[in-house]
């Protein structure tokens, strides 16, 4: 049995380390990581039973290596540990986590005892959801407030400043269908449509944009994958 810690601050760790050796020791020895990359390195040479692991670290995010992980080892128990709780990241997490999979989701300013308490859920096979977070779960998972994939990508190409004809052809769709998809955004995020009241004073686009950042469905890391995520493609086409 072992446990993997993974964090680019070593205080985090150190904190983390002290209070898993202290009570749950059964449970080691305990390994550390600094980084996505020596997470999944790490996963493989070790099968720990239990990974910690921090939303954002270097070379790669906590995130996109436990997407690697599971596929590789869809029987370790992880744990996100973040000062996050965006609606992105909990949308990125339900996507990676296998079905039957034992996860956590644990805030950086929760008490030991939620710490531990989430530990020992993972381990014995279940899962485990910080309570600062319980109302962006349930808003992911409301088809009234929740986007869908097709929304979400059109609110990242209107927060990349792309126009109309930009996204179609990023998208390989009609404007029509480009105006539809932003259409049914505005109306998830409750914009007035135009003539509907004074706040349609306000430009939809920049409203959609403002609203999402204050509810955490965007954040500066997930435009600047998905910039080089278009640049690549565009790159690719020519």
């Not at 339900?94 to 034992?102: C, F, R």
């Not at 995020?189 to 609203?211: M, T």
């Amino acid at each position: 049995m072992t446990i993997l810690l993974v964090d680019d601050e070593q205080r985090d760790r150190k904190w983390l380390k002290d209070l898993l050796c202290d009570e749950l020791a059964a449970h080691g020895p305990f390994h550390e990581g600094t980084n996505g990359q020596e997470a999944v390195e790490l996963a493989s040479k070790l099968r720990p039973q239990l990974i910690f692991l921090d939303i954002k670290m270097p070379i790669l995010s906590g995130i996109k290596a436990a997407e690697q992980i599971l596929k590789e080892h869809p029987e370790i128990g992880v744990i996100i540990l973040s000062n996050f709780s965006d609606e992105v990241y909990v949308r990125q997490l339900w996507k990676i986590v296998p079905p039957d999979g034992a996860f956590g989701y644990v805030l950086k300013n929760a008490s030991n005892e939620q710490v531990l308490e989430a530990a020992r859920a993972v381990l014995s096979g279940d899962c485990w959801i910080h309570p600062g977070i319980a109302r962006v779960i349930q808003r992911t998972q409301n088809r009234a407030q929740s986007l869908t994939a097709a929304e979400y990508e059109a609110l990242i190409c209107i927060a990349l400043g792309m126009t109309d004809s930009a996204i179609a052809r990023q998208l390989y769709l009609t404007e029509k269908a480009v105006q539809s998809r932003l259409k049914s955004l505005y109306s998830k995020l409750s914009i007035p449509g135009r003539g509907e009241s004074r706040e349609a004073e306000f430009n939809q686009r920049c409203r959609a944009v403002y609203l999402s950042n204050q509810r955490g469905l965007i954040n500066q890391s997930e435009l600047e994958d998905w910039e080089s995520k278009l640049m690549s493609s565009q790159a690719r086409a020519n």
